[in-house]
């Protein structure tokens, strides 16, 4: 089953088009449909557009950040669905007392290893069965 086949939509969100690329990449061998943000604006813009599954989205960006982006998501009328995982290099202190507060369904610091954002995605999604 190739991606364009899938029902599940994942949007990562990063202004480290590096980072962006390879969480991309990462997760579209799950088997989903990947859409691409490069800012908060986008992010928000593109979630509200497309009402993806779930949001992987870096705090620290220009304009709005991943905060300001969760917090809107939360409030957006059809996208209750929506699950939001948070990744930021801020610190893991600060990142679980604050992505909560926000509305965040989990978080994952920088530097992450894969399969443990491969783990964080596939629980957020229901187990790992990312093909609907």
């Known amino acids: 089953m190739t991606a364009s086949d899938t029902k599940t939509t994942i949007l990562v969100a990063d ?22 943000a490069s800012d908060g604006e986008e992010a928000l813009e593109t979630a509200r557009a497309e009402k993806p599954d779930l949001i992987v989205l870096d705090v620290m960006m220009p304009g709005m950040s991943g905060w300001e ?16 995982l948070m990744l930021t290099g801020i610190g893991e202190r600060l990142n ?37």
């Open 15 to 36: 202004d480290d088009l590096e980072i962006l690329a390879l969480v991309a990449r990462h997760l579209e061998r799950l088997g989903a449909r990947i859409l691409e």
């Open 69 to 84: 982006v969760c917090r809107a998501v939360r409030e957006e009328p059809g996208l209750e669905h929506t699950k939001v």
């Open 96 to 132: 679980e007392m604050t992505s909560p507060l926000y509305g965040a369904d989990a978080f994952l610091d920088k530097p992450f290893d894969l399969d443990e954002l491969r783990t964080q995605v596939e629980n957020l999604l229901g187990g790992g069965d990312t093909q609907a």
